[in-house]
């Protein structure tokens, strides 16, 4: 098969540059730049004169600690958060292949069961949703990490300037995907739901339970307080999805440093 993944040529540039050649900007930093350079765009400043000038004015000591906190929000934070998109990237691609594939399935490959690329007619028409919730995992990730980096206490080296920002992207991630991890918690628990059971062992109270229904690309469940929900499988979601992480690392300040 040939998968074609989903990419902004935006995000992707972006990323490959913080990825390279960048490290958080530290208010320390912000004040050697104001008094060599200026108002200069620190993206043109040569960077081993820039590195030994903030050596001269600070000690070893506080300058690992700055490091160490560019290194803890992209190692811990921002690098798993661009791998969650590529992972619904890839899950999308993989969802749209599979569904163009089944397209192309006859009445007689169904009477006679023909296999695809040596998988059972039956089990390939079953990858839709193998791929759709992987699909819903990766954009779960994303509100999840998201969530994280609002909360002092659990991410406590991220300035409070930056995590005033995050609170109000998570706000919008909430409103633009709501109910997304009450959907995937069915998904994980589908044996209580199957049961009519919510959370802590509680009655769904509904006359209709809708279980991993995949249905013009909305894979719907139903929730604990007994309503449906749906995730749109397509390349609408994916990108307000990566609208999302794009927003989470422009919430930071990038100075250029040395590579990675």
Sequence with gaps: MNFNIY???????????????IILKTEEIDKIL??????????????SKFFNEIILETSKEK??????????VYDQLLEPIKKFLEDASLALSMYENTKEFNSKITLEDIKNRKPIDEIPLDQFQRLLFIY???FLDAIVKI????????????????????????????DEFDNEFPHIIDIRHSWQHIEDRMRGKGQNEKNIESLMLVLSTLY?????????????????????TFKR????????????????????
Excluded: C
């Excluded at 935006?10 to 390279?20: C, D, H, P, S």
């Excluded at 104001?34 to 960077?47: L, M, R, S």
């Excluded at 509100?143 to 998570?170: C, G």
């Excluded at 990566?242 to 990038?254: A, H, L, N």
């Design 34 to 47: 104001d008094k060599y350079y200026g108002t200069v765009n620190p993206q043109i400043i040569d960077e």
């Design 132 to 134: 759709a919730h992987s």
């Design 63 to 72: 300058l690992d600690e700055y490091f160490s906190i560019g290194r803890d």
């Design 241 to 260: 999805a990566e609208y999302y992480v794009q927003q989470t690392f422009d919430s930071f300040k990038w100075v250029k440093g040395r590579n990675r």
């Design 143 to 170: 509100a999840n990490t998201i969530f994280v980096m609002t909360k002092q206490n659990k991410t406590p080296f991220i300035p409070d300037d930056v995590r005033e920002k995050l609170i109000i992207l998570k």
């Design 7 to 21: 990419h902004s040529p935006k995000l992707n540039i972006q990323l490959t540059l913080i990825a390279q050649t």
């Design 216 to 236: 013009n690309d909305n894979l719907t469940y139903t929730i604990s307080d007994g309503t449906q929900h749906h995730i749109t499988i397509n390349l609408d």
